[in-house]
């Protein structure tokens, strides 16, 4: 029995709302307390963006994990957030873009090839939100120098930006591996497809 047949058990919509609901708060306590250094990018919202819209009911669309983080930063600000804004507007544009591409491979991606794309998003988000550090801080220099600046060492007083890139990528995986394991988890119990290793098999939708 596959997921595409008509009386196919799908996904359950609870655990996605389930971690919608806790990534919201972890949001919102990160935002009002501040976090540790050591913390700092250990966040699921990449993995719920990209691996989340390969996983998860076609009922939950892609657009919800941007919208959602969008919500939650201004009920944790409050209009304060309206003045991130031209800060932080790339952020949430990058969650929509892997969560639109993490759509479009539903049923058609591996274990390997969600953990290959959420690492790719998460090298994207780096290079383009440090980029835009980059072009928007008097503090680098304007040239091919301050641009690796920007992607290595980052600016003194802070830590290096590698030290965020490495925290990324492991919350990056790790959330990505405990969705495709509660996913398949289900998938045993609810006797429906499983995502293999490898590529997935492309039926229709």
């Avoid at 201004?74 to 892997?98: D, K, N, P, R, T």
């Avoid at 383009?128 to 980052?154: D, R, V």
């Amino acid at each position: 029995m596959t997921r595409t047949e008509k009386n196919s058990p799908s996904p359950s919509l609870w655990l996605p709302l389930l971690l919608l609901a806790c990534g919201l708060a972890l949001r919102v306590v990160k935002l009002r307390s501040g976090s540790a250094e050591w913390a700092a990018n250990l966040a699921p919202w990449m993995a719920l963006a990209f691996t989340g819209a390969i996983v998860f009911p076609r009922a939950l669309k892609w657009w919800v994990w941007p919208v959602a983080l969008l919500a939650v930063d201004f009920a944790a600000q409050g209009m304060e957030a309206v003045g991130h804004l031209q800060h932080i507007w790339l952020v949430y544009l990058c969650f929509a873009l892997a969560a639109f591409w993490g759509s479009s491979l539903r049923s058609r991606m591996g274990v390997l090839g969600t953990l290959g794309g959420v690492i790719a998003c998460s090298l994207g988000f780096y290079v383009i939100t440090n980029t835009q550090s980059w072009l928007m801080s008097p503090e680098y220099a304007k040239s091919f120098t301050g641009w690796a600046q920007a992607l290595t060492t980052g600016l003194p007083g802070y830590p290096p930006t590698l030290f965020f890139l490495r925290n990324s990528l492991l919350s990056d995986i790790g959330f990505s591996v405990l969705l495709i394991l509660a996913y398949n988890t289900e998938a045993v119990l609810r006797s429906f497809s499983r995502i293999p290793w490898t590529r997935r098999v492309n039926v229709p939708a």
